[in-house]
């Protein structure tokens, strides 16, 4: 299973971005795709994650702020930000695993990584 990320990119306080993740190899039924986020020095955090029956699952950072959606037809998984801020400035990391588990928001559940986007904010 591979994963590819798009979408970071630098912009202002305020403004929104969209990255997506391709899996490539299997489909998404049955799994779970989530996206975490590392900023420098800090360790890998939970962001959102969305199952195959579109149960969704947020950070409280990212509630209200970022939506997480998939698109099986494409096998692609979506995470919309809006509103953003300085402190969302991180490498953003999509992450799968088949099937889904209570433990989510841990990163070491997760067997398949996508290589990163960075996103970072202005102020």
């Known amino acids: 299973v591979q994963l590819q990320a798009f979408g970071g990119g630098l912009v202002q306080t305020g403004n929104s971005l969209r990255l997506s993740c391709t899996a490539s190899g299997r489909t998404l039924s049955g799994g779970t795709m989530t996206w975490f986020r590392q900023a420098p020095s800090k360790e890998r955090e939970f962001v959102a994650a969305?199952?195959?029956?579109?149960?969704?699952y947020y950070a409280d950072s990212a509630k209200g702020r970022f939506t997480i959606s998939r698109d099986s037809a494409k096998n692609t998984v979506y995470l919309q930000m809006n509103n953003l801020k300085p402190d969302d400035t991180a490498v953003y990391y999509c992450?799968?695993?088949?099937?889904?588990?209570?433990?989510?928001?841990?990163?070491?559940?997760?067997?398949?990584w996508g290589q990163g986007s960075q996103v970072t904010v202005s102020s």
């Open positions: 969305v199952r195959e029956n579109s149960a969704k």
């Open positions: 992450a799968a695993r088949w099937p889904h588990t209570v433990l989510y928001y841990y990163a070491s559940e997760y067997s398949y």
